[in-house]
């Protein structure tokens, strides 16, 4: 378990600072901003070099939190709901600190409640879709299971 905890790590800080990066850039040029690795709020605060490696890290440590936090899934005594509320709850307070800390939006309540929706619906979404492959491969697991045993019966 530990080691695969420190492999989802390594891997989700990686995926989480290229991602986080590409993001900006998509919504820099989507916004007609031009090719933008980091918002101008953040440079204007920090200097470019800094935003760039503030922006690195915490969206790193996002996707530390998201792939290393699959770990809830592994512990065999925890119910599926409960797996699921945990990661949940730890991706989205994740992502919310780590979108105020970069200033991605402004501070107001709406733009907090909408984001929230927002990541609860593309949560779902991909939590049905997981649900359903591995359904589906379980399915064909316990399918190979008894032919396996037919075939040891004869």
Same mark, same amino acid.
């Given at each position: 378990?530990?080691?695969?905890?420190?492999?989802?790590?390594?891997?989700?800080?990686?995926?989480?600072?290229?991602?986080?990066?590409?993001?900006?850039?998509?919504?820099?040029?989507?916004?007609?901003?031009?090719?933008?690795?980091?918002?101008?709020?953040?440079?204007?605060?920090?200097?470019? *070099? /800094?935003?760039?490696?503030?922006?690195?890290?915490?969206?790193?440590?996002?996707? +530390?939190?998201? %792939? #290393?936090?699959?770990? =809830?899934?592994?512990?065999?005594?925890?119910?599926?709901?409960?797996?699921?509320?945990?990661?949940?709850?730890?991706?989205?307070?994740?992502?919310?600190?780590?979108?105020? *800390? /970069?200033?991605?939006?402004?501070?107001?309540?709406?733009?907090?409640?909408?984001? +929230?929706?927002? %990541? #609860?619906?593309?949560? =779902?979404?991909?939590?049905?879709?997981?649900?359903?492959?591995?359904?589906?491969?379980?399915?064909?697991?316990?399918?190979?299971?008894?032919?396996?045993?037919?075939?040891?019966?004869?």
């Amino acid at each position: 378990m530990k080691k695969k905890l420190i492999v989802r790590t390594l891997i989700g800080f990686a995926i989480g600072a290229v991602l986080g990066n590409v993001i900006t850039l998509f919504f820099s040029l989507a916004y007609g901003e031009g090719a933008k690795i980091v918002f101008d709020v953040q440079v204007a605060a920090m200097g470019k *070099a /800094l935003a760039i490696i503030l922006q690195t890290i915490l969206s790193g440590i996002f996707g +530390i939190v998201c %792939i #290393a936090g699959m770990c =809830f899934f592994d512990i065999d005594s925890w119910s599926l709901l409960k797996a699921t509320i945990a990661h949940f709850v730890s991706v989205l307070i994740a992502f919310l600190v780590v979108a105020s *800390a /970069l200033r991605w939006l402004q501070y107001k309540w709406t733009n907090y409640l909408i984001l +929230i929706a927002m %990541i #609860a619906v593309a949560y =779902f979404l991909i939590w049905l879709i997981m649900y359903i492959l591995w359904k589906q491969e379980i399915k064909k697991m316990n399918e190979e299971l008894r032919a396996y045993k037919e075939r040891e019966e004869k």
